[in-house]
């Protein structure tokens, strides 16, 4: 298994440095064939999406695109695919930020009952209470 940093993540994305681009475009095309062969961690993927919208100002239904793509490319092996996918849901859905969602997935899978929170737009994910 090969671990993917976000930047290879970016490039591949945006575009926005061609050699570095092909290079990441390479990896991906090199192991096509293997399953679960490159591994992106959660962080690498809340890293990627704070990047594509603050600094690329990518619109939320791009992100989108870009998470459901990984989902289901089979050569990627998320962290926490489950998680991830839930988050997707409450990302696609709503005004809350992806990692606010990730979070809220990731702490409902640990077996949490509530995420407490002073963030008044995370209060708009399931199981989520204002202090």
Not at 8 to 20: A, I, M
Request: net charge negative; hydrophobic share 50%.
């Amino acid at each position: 298994m090969i671990a993917i940093d976000t930047n290879v993540l970016v490039r591949l994305v945006t575009r926005d440095d061609e050699v570095q681009a092909l290079r990441a475009k390479a990896v991906f095309d090199a192991h096509g064939n293997e399953d679960g062969v490159l591994f992106v961690s959660d962080i690498v993927l809340v890293e990627l999406c704070w990047t594509l919208e603050r600094s690329y100002r990518l619109p939320r239904a791009a992100i989108v695109t870009v998470l459901r793509a990984l989902l289901g490319n089979s050569t990627v092996k998320l962290e926490s695919p489950a998680a991830v996918r839930e988050a997707l849901t409450q990302f696609a859905a709503g005004a809350v930020g992806f990692p606010d969602c990730l979070i809220v997935a990731k702490a409902l899978d640990a077996g949490c009952k509530q995420i407490l929170a002073f963030d008044r737009r995370m209060a708009n994910l399931p199981d989520v209470e204002l202090i």
